[in-house]
């Protein structure tokens, strides 16, 4: 009794399904944030107004901005120069979630912030 092989329409079809299937998973877990490839990277994000923010952007399906950190101008003392320090964007006054969505158009550029970024340091030392 002989055994059939499959036929090559078969094997090309279940290749393609399974492609496809791939594909649609890599996806969801992008947007779901469990994208498999490597850890999440922190980012610099200026927008066209100049502000600079930092956190976790995610380009898919929107751009979003997570873990949102940004500078801001500390008053100075009589005598003292102003300072600055980093800022979560959920201790603003008006008290907003630490997420911010971004139209693609008032993006001005990003960039990975390096390992060795005093921001970074700064942000994963609980500020």
């Given at each position: 009794?002989?055994?059939?092989?499959?036929?090559?329409?078969?094997?090309?079809?279940?290749?393609?399904?399974?492609?496809?299937?791939?594909?649609?998973?890599?996806?969801?877990?992008?947007?779901?944030?469990n994208f498999?490839?490597?850890?999440?990277?922190?980012?610099?994000?200026?927008?066209?107004?100049?502000?600079v923010y930092?956190?976790?952007?995610?380009?898919?399906?929107?751009?979003?901005?997570?873990?949102?950190?940004?500078?801001?101008?500390?008053?100075?003392?009589?005598?003292?120069?102003?300072?600055?320090?980093?800022?979560?964007?959920?201790?603003?006054?008006?008290?907003?979630?630490?997420?911010?969505?971004?139209?693609?158009?008032?993006?001005?550029?990003?960039?990975?912030?390096?390992?060795?970024?005093?921001?970074?340091?700064?942000?994963?030392?609980?500020?």
């Open positions: 009794m002989r055994i059939k092989k499959p036929s090559k329409k078969i094997l090309i079809y279940t290749l393609i399904v399974a492609l496809i299937l791939v594909c649609i998973y890599l996806g969801y877990a992008y947007g779901k944030e498999p490839f490597g850890p999440k990277k922190w980012q610099a994000v200026q927008l066209i107004n100049s502000d930092y956190g976790h952007l995610k380009t898919f399906p929107c751009c979003k901005l997570t873990d949102v950190y940004y500078i801001q101008q500390v008053p100075a003392k009589e005598g003292e120069r102003p300072g600055i320090q980093l800022a979560p964007l959920n201790s603003m006054f008006f008290g907003p979630e630490n997420v911010m969505y971004l139209n693609k158009d008032q993006i001005l550029w990003w960039a990975d912030l390096s390992k060795d970024s005093q921001i970074k340091k700064t942000i994963e030392a609980g500020i």
